[in-house]
């Protein structure tokens, strides 16, 4: 069986977990790490070289699988590296800072046809998006209405001195790091969005990123949707209401490293006129978060069998960036302020 020389640039937290459910892949084999922060040799009780160079480490290491979990200022060039050196790449969200960084990317995609490019959506991969995806698939409840979602933080991560505060590096702030995961769900249940209201603002934390964004939405199919990506929760929080002509789904929750974002659920309950507004409920508790393992077996499958990237292509990361930008130039203070572009 042929297994695959993988690189990882970029060795944070992400960076670890990453390597963590590499390992459980038979195909994949880590041969390789990189990040700033480490000395290079070998990491300890593994026969896996450290670099602190991501470029060093492309050009001398004969990957056949990159994965880009640095930072956002860097991911898209790293990520052109890795295909022009003959490499899968995996990538971390965001894309890049920008849409001009990602079509950088998806124009050396495009000469390199035969290699297999996808983006770490993992939110995807929860089971209860999987099962809340295959009820509404399904139209036992009819089509949907509306949906209304809240995705946030008690703060800005490292507010003060980390990189996700400082707009050079970043791109953005709360919409661009945590709410693209919810812009992503958003594409995923309403389809592409035709009309976007919005409110983006930096009022409490004074960061020159965004600590809220707010969105009022219409999709091409008509569906209404409600957004706000926001670090002024003081609590961690997700929350996706899905409402359709013959009930409604509420995912709750979402299963992360931190533990923070409370149990994982997904609530059903049926339109039933006659119940007063009180309608029967089933609630389903999820246990545990496969969404990495499996996101990263499904990329393995395609690079090993030759099979096109569905979920997290290119194509599909530019799409829900440009999402977040057009909530972003929608303001038109923000817009002006920032010089936000969308092509």
Same mark, same amino acid.
Request: aromatic share 10%; hydrophobic share 35%; glycine share 8%.
């Given at each position: 069986?042929?297994?695959? +020389?993988?690189?990882?640039? *970029?060795?944070?937290?992400?960076? &670890? +977990? &990453? ?26 009780? =593994? @026969? !896996? ?23 956002? @200022? ?30 950088? !990317? ?17 939110? &995807? ?34 507010? =003060? ?17 945590? *709410? ?6 958003? &594409? ?12 983006? $603002? ?18 091409? %199919? ?6 706000? %990506? ?22 709750? *929750? ?5 533990? $923070? ?7 059903? #309950?049926?339109?039933?006129?006659? %119940? ?5 409920? =089933? ?19 395609? !690079? ?19 999402? !977040?930008?057009?909530? #972003?130039? =929608?303001?038109?203070?923000? +817009? ?8």
């Amino acid at each position: 069986m042929k297994q695959y +020389r993988v690189g990882i640039a *970029g060795y944070g937290v992400v960076g &670890r +977990r &990453r390597h963590q459910f590499i390992n459980q892949n038979s195909l994949l084999n880590v041969v390789s790490v990189c990040d700033v922060t480490l000395a290079e040799g070998k990491l300890e009780r =593994e @026969d !896996v070289r450290v670099y602190t160079d991501y470029q060093k480490m492309i050009r001398e290491e004969k990957l056949d699988i990159l994965f880009v979990c640095l930072t956002n @200022d860097v991911a898209a060039h790293a990520t052109i590296l890795g295909l022009k050196n003959g490499c899968h790449v995996f990538c971390e969200k965001p894309p890049g800072r920008n849409l001009q960084e990602v079509s950088e !990317v998806i124009k050396n995609e495009n000469l390199n046809p035969h290699l297999k490019l996808k983006y770490g959506f993992n939110h &995807r991969y929860h089971d209860s998006v999987r099962e809340a995806l295959k009820i509404v698939n399904s139209g036992e409840y009819g089509k949907i209405i509306n949906i209304r979602g809240v995705y946030g933080k008690s703060n800005i991560v490292s507010v =003060e001195n980390g990189w996700r505060a400082n707009r050079e590096i970043a791109g953005g702030g709360i919409l661009l790091d945590q *709410g693209i995961h919810m812009v992503d769900l958003i &594409r995923l249940f309403a389809g592409e969005i035709d009309e976007i209201k919005s409110y983006v $603002s930096n009022s409490y934390w004074n960061l020159e990123v965004e600590d809220n964004a707010f969105a009022l939405m219409k999709s091409n %199919s008509g569906v209404i949707i409600q957004f706000q %990506s926001t670090a002024t929760e003081w609590r961690h929080r997700f929350n996706l209401q899905i409402n359709l002509e013959k009930g409604t789904l509420v995912l709750s *929750g979402i299963l992360s490293g931190s533990k $923070s974002y409370g149990q994982e659920t997904l609530t059903i #309950y049926p339109q039933d006129i006659q %119940s007063g507004g009180n309608p029967k409920t =089933e609630t389903v508790n999820y246990l545990e978060d496969n969404s990495w393992r499996d996101e990263i077996n499904e990329f393995a499958k395609c !690079v090993n069998e030759n099979i096109p990237v569905q979920t997290g292509s290119s194509s599909d990361a530019y799409e829900t960036l440009k999402l !977040v930008y057009r909530i #972003y130039f =929608e303001d038109t203070e923000w +817009r002006n302020k920032f010089n936000i572009k969308v092509e």
